[in-house]
């Protein structure tokens, strides 16, 4: 059974950057077929995709932060990450890292990060 | 890429049958069988129900089922029970090879 957990800061500062790591276990990053996405939920709202990475190293990202983000894997770790820089205070929210292969099959717990000086 | 239409919600009685409804365009619900339901209750991630339109992942009971028309896709949830009480959340593949969710759905069961 695959499992993702996010970690990383639950507090950053406006205009910093907002870094986050997903670690899989109980599976690869490097199984091809499946792509490896990052997903938030601001508090009591929708789901907003953020953007995929493949495990070669290929990502697309929500147009409306692609000036902002950048996802990176990490095999050797069966890791990927997540950056958003120039953060507000919009940027608050649950962030998840998922598993795309049918749909978002996998995803992890959800880690809250507030956007806060 | 603008969000997928829900209604914000929906209510049944037990036993009943309630549909959902989650419209697109063209270039994402309409254009695409890359359609998915996702089931998400308080404080806990989303979990998925339906993909690629109509299919179940295993585990997930029978009562859940997906359609498509057009531009709009649909969940439909029959035999509504307690446990059913929760977020409903529709994803589709878009033409820019990204992906894009509806505002979501709250489901009460009356």
């Known amino acids: 059974q695959v499992q993702l957990q996010e970690s990383g800061p639950g507090l950053v500062k406006p205009s910093g950057t907002l870094s986050l790591t997903c670690t899989v276990s109980g599976g690869s990053v490097t199984r091809g077929s499946y792509y490896w996405s990052w997903i938030r939920q601001p508090p009591g709202k929708g789901l907003e995709w953020i953007g995929y990475i493949y495990y070669s190293g290929t990502t697309n990202y929500n147009r409306s932060l692609k000036t902002r983000v950048t996802i990176s894997v990490d095999t050797s770790k069966n890791q990927f990450s997540l950056r958003l820089s120039s953060v507000t205070a919009a940027d608050t929210a649950v962030y998840y890292c998922?598993?795309?292969?049918?749909?978002?099959?996998?995803w992890g717990q959800g880690t809250l990060v507030t956007v806060s000086s | 890429q603008s969000a997928l239409t829900q209604p914000a919600s929906v209510s049944g009685s037990p036993g009943q049958s309630i549909t959902i409804s989650c419209t697109g365009t063209?270039?994402?619900?309409?254009?695409?069988?890359?359609v998915s339901w996702y089931q998400q209750r308080p404080g806990k991630a989303p979990k998925l129900m339906i993909y690629?339109?109509?299919n179940r992942p295993s585990g997930v009971s029978f009562r859940f089922s997906g359609s498509k028309s057009g531009n709009t896709a649909s969940l439909t949830i029959s035999g509504l029970q307690a446990e059913d009480e929760a977020d409903y959340f529709c994803s589709s593949h878009t033409s820019s090879s990204s992906w894009v969710f509806g505002g979501g759905t709250k489901v009460t069961v009356l």
């Open positions: 063209i270039s994402d619900v309409g254009g695409y069988n890359y």
């Open positions: 690629d339109v109509t």
């Open positions: 998922a598993r795309n292969y049918n749909g978002f099959d996998f």
